[in-house]
């Protein structure tokens, strides 16, 4: 006999989402994922001024707001077909890539480590045994017995006074949780860690990009960061030197604490290596460019279909018609006024809610396809093309995890087990550790080339009559992120964001095609319908980046419901 199951809203996201799921035998077998609000800044857009787009798009969310920025002046930019200078390139890759990092410790740690981690457990440990096992397996100076011994006190004190805080509705003593308690003191107190390494990688967005959240130094055009050596109001070697020190800090933890805890949770939960697959058709946008025209890349993209990555076919440049051409998204089951599939360029944004109805209509989220395929995007799809491609940093970082996971699971694992729950989090400490690389390359190129006396940051945007279109993409912490504008006589026409979540939390097509985080459901255990571990493991793992600052109303605008995340 079947169970129905709803979990509302899933907590530790960015934004409302409700997850629906049929269990039968402790598998799921249906699921459906309904984003529970309504996003309009695309329609506040219309009017205004291409120039002020990026400013508006940073606050869709709360969380991924560098991202909206980037891909809003890439998409103006490629409207205008205008170019950027060296040093603003350089400027723009340093500043996602520090994003990227902040992100990806985040969503490991503080979102998603409580799926695997009985903070409890950590009660029964002993400090001496933790030190010994962070020590076989890590060089970290966090590693101490007096580190563990202060943070099971800490922890014991939160117990005592009943003031768990954010740990108070874990799941503790789920039959699904199965380290042992040294393990998990050891990732409590890197979770306490992890706190200020993502504050460092903070600290470089906000040095480049004048402020965080909500960057303030972005133009069409370039970067409003002025160079100059001799000046301490400006962009001078002094804070460079800030961002580099910042930089190799990250690079200490991410090799030394989120590479070896990352692999160890996917060695200890082996069996979580074969659930969440869900779809295999994948979808990176190439990123990190080396030149001003968005031609050449230090990362790369491209499209693999049924997980056959023999087959990847690359995404070349900011003009790809590939890219370009491929595009579109269907409202079939989503709360807007039609039942239309089309491209970005030719879609509105007209709400229209129905009461949720399985069969009909139930989200607000919007359904993406690349040339009609369901895609899942996200770092798994990054990596998996990367590694297609022979990428040197991805197949380098890929194999010394999948070594080393192996090694400790005492079985040889190959990239097919990236296809998982599990998986997602691997890729997503691979990537984290490429673009730490990454960003000390393009930290070097910068400086390089202001050494050499360049210091052009932006060059002059011009709108001309009649209309342009042009898409901006960037291959986003959570995934392929795309704006597309449509430009009249120097004015907004229409303006689309198909954002990552998107494409991964969409609900069915009209051909009935389920989304990423739909399909990847299907067949995960669920040991008890009451406490729905098991299927938060496999929403997290996409980190869902709903939206952010919502309210929910009703019809008339009149609230309905407050939430408390936990």
Request: proline letters at 6%.
């Amino acid at each position: 006999m079947s169970t129905h199951i709803t979990v509302d809203p899933v907590t530790r996201i960015e934004g409302h989402l409700r997850i629906d799921v049929e269990i039968d035998g402790g598998v799921v077998t249906k699921a459906w994922s309904s984003g529970q609000m309504f996003r309009g800044i695309e329609r506040i857009l219309q009017g205004r001024d291409p120039r002020e787009a990026w400013i508006f798009t940073q606050r869709f969310c709360g969380v991924c707001t560098t991202v909206h920025a980037i891909a809003s002046v890439r998409a103006v930019e490629n409207a205008l077909k205008l170019e950027i200078p060296p040093n603003a390139q350089y400027i723009r890759n340093l500043i996602v890539a520090a994003h990227a990092m902040h992100d990806h410790i985040v969503h490991f740690y503080q979102l998603s480590a409580l799926d695997w981690v009985d903070v409890v457990s950590a009660l029964k440990a002993d400090p001496i045994k933790t030190a010994a096992l962070a020590a076989s397996i890590s060089d970290w100076p966090g590693n101490s017995r007096q580190e563990f011994q202060a943070v099971k006190d800490r922890l014991a004190g939160f117990v005592a006074k009943g003031q768990l805080g954010i740990f108070t509705n874990g799941y503790w003593g789920h039959p699904a949780m199965k380290l042992a308690p040294e393990v998990n003191l050891l990732a409590v107190t890197h979770y306490l860690q992890a706190l200020d390494y993502q504050r460092k990688a903070n600290q470089v967005v906000a040095i480049l990009g004048a402020k965080t959240p909500n960057i303030q130094n972005l133009a069409v055009g370039g970067v409003a960061n002025a160079i100059n050596l001799d000046n301490d109001s400006t962009l001078n070697m002094s804070k460079l030197y800030q961002v580099k020190d910042l930089l190799d800090g990250m690079k200490a933890f991410i090799e030394q604490v989120y590479f070896v805890d990352v692999c160890a949770i996917a060695a200890m939960y082996a069996d979580w290596l074969k659930y969440g697959s869900g779809v295999t058709n994948y979808l990176a946008v190439p990123d990190f460019p080396t030149d001003t025209k968005g031609a050449a890349f230090d990362m790369p993209g491209g499209t693999i279909f049924n997980g056959d990555l023999a087959g990847v076919k690359p995404i070349s440049s900011f003009e790809d018609p590939y890219f370009q051409k491929n595009v579109s998204e269907s409202i079939a089951h989503s709360w807007y006024d039609g039942d239309w599939q089309r491209h970005p360029y030719e879609e509105d944004t007209v709400p229209k809610y129905t009461p949720y109805d399985a069969d009909k209509k139930y989200s607000w989220i919007k359904s993406p396809r690349f040339d009609g395929h369901v895609m899942q995007v996200g770092p798994l799809a990054e990596v998996l093309v990367a590694f297609a491609q022979g990428h040197e940093p991805t197949k380098r970082w890929a194999s010394r995890t999948l070594e080393t996971a192996g090694k400790v699971a005492g079985a040889t694992l190959t990239p097919a087990v990236l296809h998982s729950t599990l998986g997602r989090h691997a890729a997503r400490m691979i990537r984290t550790a490429v673009i730490c690389e990454l960003a000390t390359k393009h930290w070097g190129l910068l400086a390089e080339n202001i050494g050499k006396g360049d210091t052009r940051i932006f060059n002059e945007p011009v709108f001309p009559k009649g209309e342009q279109q042009g898409f901006g993409f960037h291959e986003a912490p959570r995934g392929t992120l795309s704006h597309w504008i449509v430009i009249e006589d120097g004015k907004i026409k229409n303006y689309q964001a198909v954002v990552p979540s998107t494409w991964n939390a969409g609900p069915r097509d009209a051909k009935n095609q389920p989304g990423p985080y739909e399909a990847s459901l299907v067949g995960n255990p669920v040991a008890n319908p009451e406490l729905p571990l098991e299927v938060l493991r496999t929403v997290h793992s996409f980190d869902p980046c709903i939206a952010c600052a919502i309210h929910t109303l009703d019809v008339d605008g009149a609230e309905i419901a407050t939430v408390k995340a936990l």
